[in-house]
């Protein structure tokens, strides 16, 4: 038991603590590139340098389910869905860094 405590705390705190370089590996990648450079599937603007406010604005607009940008709105939400606000602010930070 104790074990299964320990590595469930270290999984937790890897996430809790997660930055937003890891985070948008995770969730963002895919679809928009390593850099942020691609259009996803070809309809999005690449995300490349983005504003830091706007990125933040337009997450927790998904994640609210009140923005449906290209018609991304259901996919985006179930991105961000489980995120917290710090890692919506890590994740936007990242972003208006990529070059």
Known sequence: MYKILILASIFASEFIFASGASIY????????????ETSAYKKTKPITGQDSALTYKQLNGYKN????????????????????DNSIKEIASYISKLK
């Open 25 to 36: 590996t995770s969730k963002c990648a895919s679809c928009h590139g390593s850099k942020g």
């Open 65 to 84: 389910g009140t923005l449906n940008q290209y018609g991304f709105g259901g996919v985006m939400k179930n991105m961000v869905d489980n995120l917290d």
